[in-house]
Each structure stands twice: as structure tokens, then as C-alpha cells.
């Protein structure tokens, strides 16, 4: 049970959300227990969602923004974020069992995306403390500095959503996915 407020519908959440949650359900056939979470804030909830449809625009692809959520949610311990990338992975981003079994251990069966999300996991494990060589790593394969900023604005949003889901104790609404490593 959720330690946080979950609100049951989008018309139970404070009016500045219901926006914002009627406009999931339109999209994606429901609304996340997540996003009913962060409603309680609609501030919070506008400022992920901007982030999070700003990244969507940027220059990596939905494959590796759903291999870098999943190897970040392995890290953090979020079993929430794990559930939902899982999901997402398999069904939108079309990343089949070896790929993601592959992200959950920090790697990728893809050379360019395993060099992101290698990257992605020590800027989670570091703190964003990475060294010149893990820098120089990410970039020799093919990656940019906008991809590079992308990639560490994108450990940042799933980090966020793992800290809230975590914090929150969220209720997973998606089919559940076991955490393998201790956070």
C-alpha cells in the first residue's frame, strides 16, 4: 500500500493535475499510479512530464531511453520503475527478453547503446562523478555532446521517478517485475 497519497481517479486529484492525468488516460488507457502520485504536487507533475516530453524530443532513441530506465530502476532498487520500463520495453519500444535482461545488468546486445547505458550506470553509481576515461568511452562510441547530456538528463528523470516510487512505497499497476540486485 501506497505510504503516499494515491489518488483512486483523475477527478479525485486537485484540479491544476486533472489536466495533466485525463490527458495520460487518453494516451496510454490509464493513468500510472505514479503519475497519481506525483499529482498530489501538480507542480511536480508538470515539471515531469515537461521533462519527460522534452526528452522524448531529443536525439536518442525510445530504445535507448528505455534501456537506460531500465538499468537505472536495477540500480536504484526501484521495483515500480522496473514493472513499467519492463512493460514499456517489450510492448512500445519492442526491446525483446535478452536486450532487457542485458539492461538490467548495466549493458546492451546493441555495441552503440551499451556504451550509453554503461555510461548511464556509473553517472547513477558515481553520482555524476564519472572519469575522463568513462567520458571519452561514451563519446568514441558515436555519442555527442547533446546525446551525452541527454543521457545524463535521462538518469536524472528516472532517478527521480525511482526516488518517488520508492519513497511513496507506489503500488505497481503494471505486470510485476522482480528486482535482482540489491540497491
Known sequence: ???????????????????????????????????KVIANSPAALEGYLGLNAALSKGTLDAKTRERIAL??????????????HTYIGKHLAKLDDAE???????????????????FAVSVVRQRGHVSDSELAAVKAAGYGDAEVVEIVLHVALNTLTNYVNEVAGTEI????VTLRKAA
Not at 494516451?27 to 499510479?33: E, I, K, L, R, S
Not at 538499468?71 to 513499467?84: D, F, I, K, R
Request: glycine residues 6%.
Open 1 to 35: 500500500m501506497s505510504r503516499i497519497n494515491t489518488f483512486a481517479t483523475a477527478d479525485a486529484a486537485p484540479a491544476a493535475a486533472q489536466p495533466a492525468l485525463h490527458a495520460a488516460q487518453r494516451q496510454m488507457g490509464m493513468v500510472p499510479n505514479l503519475y
Open 71 to 84: 538499468a537505472v530502476a536495477e540500480v536504484n532498487g526501484c521495483g515500480y520503475c522496473l514493472s513499467a
Open 100 to 118: 532487457i535482461t542485458a539492461n538490467r545488468s548495466g549493458a546492451s546486445n546493441d555495441i552503440k547503446a551499451d556504451a550509453a547505458v554503461r
Open 173 to 176: 499497476d503494471f505486470p510485476v
